[in-house]
């Protein structure tokens, strides 16, 4: 399997602030490296797929970059509904993988 | 617009099979080159794929649950289900199905159901 690792597992972040989250693969994925927000008592959301591309509906304060084995997703200027958890998943093989999550809190 | 949800019993019994189905609506199982899939989250922790069904029937597993782990799918009711074997206080979780897209599409998990919470409790 290919062990994804998200730092930091938590952070604390005020409204407005640029947040940064990484994600590390055990192994190269190329692009293959999705992004998830989950609120609490709510399945994850997808936000961005292949690394960069944003899903359909997603604020454009969301952005991913990366390929390889390190990944990054930003969120510009903070808002109070984006306090949440966020998971980054690999796809490049079909035994797919989440990292243990980041927990982004005021 | 596709939605799915899931459905099975809140608490099972150490050692006993736990059975789960997802009902999708909107979308049929059984087409779109979709990979209907079941994920779990533990209490606290992160996400963990258990396994998914292809549109066409083929089936794969996460390599820590193969062995106790089946997914079927009954197109008549376009629905699809899990079961998992022996369990142990470590299959407490939230269950989620979701449908994964194919690498022509997002290549990502796209929809989910709500979840169901399962404790493994005697």
């Known amino acids: 399997d290919i062990h994804m690792t998200q730092s930091p597992s938590s952070l604390s972040a005020s409204v407005g602030d640029r947040v940064t989250i990484t994600c590390r693969a055990s192994?190269?994925?190329?692009?293959?490296l999705n992004w998830y927000q989950q609120k609490p008592g709510q399945a994850p959301r997808l936000l961005i797929y292949?690394?960069?591309t944003l899903q359909s509906g997603v604020p454009s304060r969301f952005s991913g970059s990366g390929s390889g084995t390190d990944f990054t997703l930003i969120i510009n200027s903070l808002q109070p509904e984006d306090f949440a958890t966020y998971h980054c998943?690999?796809?490049?093989?079909?035994?797919?993988?989440f990292g243990q999550g980041t927990k982004v809190e005021v | 617009q596709v939605q799915l949800q899931e459905s099975g019993p809140g608490l099972v019994k150490p050692s006993e099979t736990l059975s789960l189905t997802c009902s999708v609506s909107g979308g049929s199982v059984s087409s779109g080159s979709y990979y209907w899939s079941w994920i779990r989250q533990p209490p606290g922790k992160g996400l963990e794929w258990i396994a998914y069904?292809?549109?066409?029937?083929?089936?794969n597993f996460s390599p820590s649950l193969k062995s106790r782990a089946t997914i079927s799918a009954d197109t008549s009711k376009n629905q699809f289900s899990l079961n998992l074997t022996s369990l142990t206080a470590a299959d407490t979780a939230i269950y989620y199905c979701?449908?994964?897209?194919?690498?022509?599409?997002?290549?990502?998990?796209?929809?989910w159901g709500q979840g169901t919470v399962v404790t493994v409790s005697s």
């Open positions: 292949r690394a960069s």
């Open positions: 979701a449908r994964g897209t194919p690498p022509a599409d997002s290549d990502a998990f796209d929809m």
């Open positions: 192994q190269s994925i190329n692009i293959y």
């Open positions: 069904i292809y549109y066409s029937g083929s089936t």
């Open positions: 998943q690999q796809s490049f093989t079909l035994s797919w993988t």
